[in-house]
């Protein structure tokens, strides 16, 4: 009879707790995950903060907590995870009565882009573990990880070439907007420089000296499309790269930069096109453009999305063509572009076995760059 007694009383027990978890085991449960940083730099170490709280006196024996995550956040403690085209983890955690947990989950920036985690679900089971009872909860939390800055010698050596001929130029030109004083008229003045307000108080004819333009512009093109049969994503990010660390460069010096590139703007789906600037945060606005980028949505037709800006003319403005895309339409948009005398150069990172297949690439001003020795650098 006692037997009896026992077993109709489990049976009571667990038909009680399995319907007080099904109806309560969400309450006072909340679970929120978020980067510990706004932005990172591509090969940078990064946490993943994953918190979770249940505020009621009912125990949850086990939880679990389960998000999907791009693969290219590297995770160290993989969990009970799987890779595939993403990264799903599932994080098991037991949570006692009122009880918050809080875990600090590395990880590696693997790859350049925007990243962002939006939901998350949670998988608690009753106090026997034979049910498992499933939940949404909201989570929304981003990651910008930028471009790394490309290094090695032969680009040092390529930018450095570039940036002094930049700075040679930069004094070069007159400011008409910025005046450093008045002079006396000689032979080869032009009318239009003479100050009639000086002239009428000296009683000779004096002329306005301007000063010299403190910035020069420069533009930076970035042709994202590699029409090669056998294509390489690398070669492509690494233009990326030096691009920013040509117009990390320059802003240091006060030197006003555009940057523009036929990507895919994952948020907007606009190409980047970044005006010239070198106020204070232009260089935190680039590289978050950069990290918006999505090739894996395919690029906009160069010559097209970037006709009004390579037709504009300035004494003011150099211009930095980055592009592993040699084929016979760009080249010859190069070529149609050194006929209007802009002043501009066009690096391309290769690997050493790749041919170089450009025409007349000293009158495209064609550099090559050892990709090689700036990746494996990287």
């Known amino acids: 009879m006692l037997i009896i007694w026992i077993g109709l009383g489990a049976v009571l027990l667990f038909a009680a707790q399995a319907w007080i978890y099904s109806h309560y085991w969400e309450k006072g449960l909340s679970a929120e995950l978020l980067f510990s940083r706004e932005s990172a730099v591509e090969g940078e170490e990064c946490l993943l903060l994953e918190r979770v709280e249940n505020r009621k006196l009912l125990p949850l024996p086990m939880l679990k907590v389960k998000f999907q995550v791009s693969r290219n956040l590297r995770f160290s403690d993989e969990g009970d995870g799987a890779v595939t085209d993403k990264y799903y983890r599932n994080d098991i955690l037991s949570l006692g009565p ?135 994503d690398r070669l492509v990010e690494l233009c990326i790269s030096i691009a920013v660390r040509f117009a990390g460069e320059l802003l240091g010096q006060g030197i006003r930069v555009a940057v523009y590139a036929n990507g895919r703007d994952v948020l907007t789906g606009e190409p980047m096109k970044m005006q010239p600037s070198a106020a204070p945060g232009h260089m935190e606005s680039i590289n978050r453009a950069f990290a918006r980028l999505d090739l894996e949505k395919g690029v906009y037709p160069f010559g097209e999305v970037f006709e009004r800006e390579l037709e504009e003319e300035g004494k003011d403005i150099a211009t930095l063509f980055l592009s592993v895309d040699r084929s016979a339409a760009f080249q010859e948009l190069i070529r149609h572009f050194a006929g209007s005398g802009a002043d501009f150069s066009w690096m391309c990172p290769l690997f050493p076995r790749m041919e170089g297949l450009v025409e007349d690439a000293e009158k495209l001003h064609f550099i090559r760059l050892n990709a090689e020795e700036m990746l494996n650098g990287k």
């Open 98 to 232: 009122r009880q918050r947990v809080t875990r600090k989950i590395p990880f590696l920036c693997g790859a350049r882009g925007y990243y962002r985690i939006r939901g998350l679900d949670l998988v608690a089971a009753d106090l026997f573990l034979t049910r498992e009872m499933i939940a949404e909860a909201e989570a929304d939390t981003t990651l910008y990880v930028y471009p790394r800055p490309a290094a090695g010698v032969e680009l040092d050596t390529a930018l450095q070439k570039l940036n002094g001929e930049i700075l040679a130029k930069r004094h070069m030109l007159e400011d008409p907007f910025e005046y450093r004083g008045i002079r006396e008229y000689a032979a080869f003045d032009e009318m239009k420089t003479i100050n009639w307000k000086a002239t009428a108080r000296m009683g000779e004819l004096m002329v306005n000296m301007r000063n010299f333009t403190s910035l020069r512009a420069v533009r930076i093109f970035l042709n994202l499309e590699d029409s090669g049969i056998l294509k390489n």
